[in-house]
């Protein structure tokens, strides 16, 4: 297959205006600003309020999105939308930000891949152009997880925030721009090291849940954290060799916002200096499928990111899922 079949096309990003900070925390866990620091380099992170809805972060972000590729919202055919925490579970996430931004031809759908949501949203895009389903897909990552953030378990809630990125896939047009390469993995036999037990159709809502906490997420951090490092170096790995690319080649590494530690050891593992890596974990924490694309869009509305960039994206998340992304921008 000759790459690259679809190029990226503007960003766009919202985050809530509340800001959580550690010194919070202390006040509502036995935890210390300290601890958050040094552990996972989080400083604060955003809590949307009630109005702070998914769907309107989401329209934000993309009307960002469209103003900077020039394309009418009518032209959209197609939204992608990665998340694991969508304000309600029917309809799904991507037919309330269609019908939020009036995309009156689009087909609508989620994607959920936890964290990799975005980069599993992209591949999805690429295929629906490749086969000639769609033309401008709009490919959202976005998550609210302090709805399902247990707030008396430390040993998670001080590592999420919330936030929504968003970004247009469309035919390869300007030559050698565009997706370079994609890698998508998953294991599911390691789905209950990072998981909601509750919820679902084999445990629905019931007193109990409310209970014992079941509906909020829970996390084997230090199995998660050995993993991701492994995977997340693995698909930089694959995604390179796709492109036909080395570490040199990369210009702008972004990796999945979960903890500087991880980032720092994927660095090592990767090959790739720090220097050139994106990170803004002090301001978001983890926002899940959020975390790359408001990266992206931060990256290029810094100057950081310009056209003809390579940029390799990479994240791990719930599933496990893992992904790799290279993109010339
Ligand atoms: O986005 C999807 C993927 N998610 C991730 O990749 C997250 C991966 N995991 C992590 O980032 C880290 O494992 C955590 C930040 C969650 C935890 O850091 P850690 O260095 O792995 O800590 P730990 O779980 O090994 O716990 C070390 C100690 C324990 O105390 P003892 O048993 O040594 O006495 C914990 O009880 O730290 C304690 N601890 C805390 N202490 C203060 C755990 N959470 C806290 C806390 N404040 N918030």
Redesign the pocket.
């Known amino acids: 297959m000759n790459r690259p079949i679809v190029e990226l096309v503007g960003s766009g990003r919202a985050v809530p205006e509340k800001v959580l900070t550690n010194a919070d925390?202390e006040r509502m866990?036995?935890?210390?600003d300290q601890?958050?620091r040094d552990?996972?380099g989080i400083r604060e992170r955003r809590i949307a309020s009630d109005d702070e809805t998914l769907a309107r972060m989401a329209q934000c972000a993309c009307t960002q999105v469209l103003e900077d590729a020039q394309v009418d919202v009518l032209e959209i055919d197609s939204i992608i939308f990665g998340t694991a925490s969508p304000d309600r579970l029917l309809p799904s996430q991507a037919c309330d930000l269609q019908a939020a931004l009036g995309a009156d031809n689009a087909a609508a759908f989620d994607v959920t891949a936890?964290?990799s949501g975005f980069l599993y949203g992209l591949a999805v895009a690429e295929g629906l152009v490749a086969a000639g389903t769609a033309t401008n897909v709009l490919v959202v990552g976005g998550d609210r997880l302090s709805r399902i953030t247990d707030y008396t378990d430390?040993?998670?809630?001080?590592?999420f925030g919330d936030g929504v990125g968003a970004t247009l896939v469309r035919p390869a047009r300007n030559g050698d721009r565009g997706i370079l390469s994609t890698y998508i993995k998953t294991d599911g036999r390691l789905g209950e090291l990072?998981w909601r037990p509750g919820g679902g159709a084999i445990h629905p809502p019931s007193e109990e849940m409310l209970a014992d906490h079941s509906y909020f997420l829970r996390?084997a951090?230090?199995e998660?954290?050995k993993?991701?490092v492994r995977s997340m170096a693995d698909a930089c790995d694959h995604a390179l060799i796709q492109a036909g690319l080395t570490t040199n080649d990369v210009d702008v590494l972004i990796p999945?916002q979960?903890?500087l530690?991880?980032i720092e050891s994927l660095t090592k593992h990767a090959g790739i200096p720090l220097e050139k890596t994106y990170i803004n974990i002090d301001r978001y924490g983890?926002t899940?499928a959020a975390?790359i694309p408001i990266a992206l869009d931060e990256c290029v509305r810094e100057g950081r990111i310009k056209p003809g960039s390579n940029i390799l994206m990479v994240a791990?998340?719930?599933g496990l899922t893992w992904a790799a992304t290279m993109v010339r921008w």
């Open positions: 925390l866990v036995d935890t210390s601890w958050i552990r996972t936890a964290c430390r040993a998670t809630c001080i590592l990072l996390m951090g230090r998660v954290f993993h991701a999945h979960a903890n530690r991880i983890n899940s975390s791990f998340g719930g």
